[in-house]
């Protein structure tokens, strides 16, 4: 789960505002007009949650840091509060037998930063050291496992080139200094993390989807490499030491105007693990109107495949295909850090009987376990997620739980998918 996705209490115990708190509070910006000042008040009831989590024999728990709760004002001043919910909560997850995996970055930018320019200034990669740094040193003790950030791909392009998602804001200005920055955060954060934890396990995670594409005429296939280097490529190799993949994507040879000296060097990390999120795969086609990528992708209903509630396409193949092709790098483990599907839940005397998602999740488990038993270095799965939560631009029409939220009564009810999982770990 993310912070602010789950926890609510967005004014509470000195935290302060973040990039997503500003967005959503704004009109017209959330689909179904709500925001996450409430959410599933995780705050206040993530005993219950975690203990929920440990009924369903879950042995993992993914959560992020808010940001804003340890640094309000995103720079080096600590809230004691803020430290207080993360350290009571971590305790809880151990008091439950859940390890915890801690996201650091999953899209809350502190507003105070943004009001400095965000991702776009390189002011974000020294604060974000100094809350990683904090984080570290006072969950350290109890907390392995660290994915430094959640999806670059994702809140540098929706939020800084297209502008749908927090902070809003579009272009290739925009866009090209907030990739760099997030990939300097990445491994920066990440040599911090190692720094002050020798044996932590370190990880970060990035969005892939397989590409195909739509004939195998040379514009096509051109056109899908370009598609992949944006998509799958462009947070992973630049770590791998391997740069941007400027070759295949020629448009980001403009990256290279925000380099400082040595920051070849700077954005190599050797992570012990990579954490891949998938969900669906694309279908790339040329098109010269398209600014700077000069394809685009089918859209998922003319594919003929079953759709989701938010008109993903259910193809577990994509899954397999995409493993595969990771399985080419260097890469020492990747964990499957997200997969799941939204659908539309009815309650039904007490039950969600949501046969669809548990088809999902059991497909594409399938799939991983394909792959894995083929070689590829996979050494975990995290579903996404445990309960319906404020799903960003969709606010909470979108619902990704294995369990049920109902947002009004903040009641849970467990989701035949998550029987489903309680019985396949028992
Ligand atoms: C995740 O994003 C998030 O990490 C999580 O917080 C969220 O709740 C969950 O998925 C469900 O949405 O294809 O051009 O739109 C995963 C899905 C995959 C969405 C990559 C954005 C890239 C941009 N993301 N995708 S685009």
């Not at 049920?404 to 035949?416: A, N």
Request: some cysteine; charged content about 25%.
């Amino acid at each position: 789960m993310a912070a602010y996705q789950v926890e609510g209490a967005h004014d509470v115990d000195g935290r302060g505002p973040s990039i997503w708190d500003h967005f959503s509070n704004r009109k017209n910006r959330i689909e179904d007009g709500s925001n996450g000042n409430r959410a599933c008040e995780f705050y206040y009831r993530y005993e219950e949650d975690i203990a929920l989590a440990s009924s369903l024999n879950l042995s993992h728990f993914r959560f992020s840091i808010s940001w804003t709760r340890i640094m309000p004002d995103g720079t080096e001043t600590v809230n004691p509060l803020g430290l207080d919910f993360y350290n009571r909560m971590i305790d809880c997850c151990l008091r439950n037998n859940l390890e915890p995996w801690v996201t650091l970055y999953h899209w809350d930018l502190p507003l105070a930063l943004e009001k400095e320019g965000g991702w776009c200034n390189r002011k974000v990669v020294n604060a974000f050291i100094h809350f990683v740094d904090a984080c570290t040193k006072s969950f350290g003790d109890r907390v392995k496992n660290w994915i430094v950030m959640n999806e670059p791909f994702t809140f540098t392009g929706l939020g800084y080139l297209v502008g749908y998602f927090a902070p809003g804001r579009f272009g290739l200005h925009n866009y090209l200094p907030a990739v760099h920055h997030a990939t300097l955060c990445q491994a920066e954060g990440a040599r911090r993390i190692r720094r002050n934890l020798p044996y932590a396990n370190i990880g970060t995670s990035i969005s892939c989807s397989h590409v195909t594409p739509s004939s195998n005429h040379p514009l096509q296939v051109q056109a899908a490499k370009r598609v992949d280097a944006l998509f799958n490529r462009l947070h992973i190799e630049p770590l791998l030491g391997m740069g941007y993949p400027i070759r295949d994507l020629p448009i980001l040879e403009r990256i290279e105007k925000y380099f400082h000296p040595y920051d070849e060097e700077l954005i190599k990390f050797d992570f012990d693990f990579i954490g891949l999120q998938n969900y669906y795969s694309l279908v790339a086609y040329h098109n010269s109107l398209i600014p700077y990528i000069k394809a685009f992708v089918v859209p998922f209903k003319k594919l003929n495949r079953s759709l989701t509630a938010n008109g993903w396409e259910v193809y577990p193949d994509g899954m397999y295909k995409i493993l595969k092709q990771f399985a080419r790098y260097p890469v020492k483990e990747y964990i499957i850090t997200e997969n799941g599907a939204a659908f539309h839940d009815r309650v039904q005397d007490g039950h969600v009987h949501d046969t669809k998602r548990l088809n999902y999740i059991q497909s594409y488990l399938g799939e991983v376990l394909r792959a894995k038993n083929e070689g590829v270095n996979i050494g975990g799965y995290f579903i996404w997620t445990l309960m319906d939560n404020f799903e960003w631009k969709a606010g909470f029409k979108s619902r990704f739980g294995i369990v049920y939220t109902d947002f009004e009564k903040q009641t849970r009810i467990i989701k035949d998918s998550g029987l489903w999982v309680r019985d396949f770990l028992k």
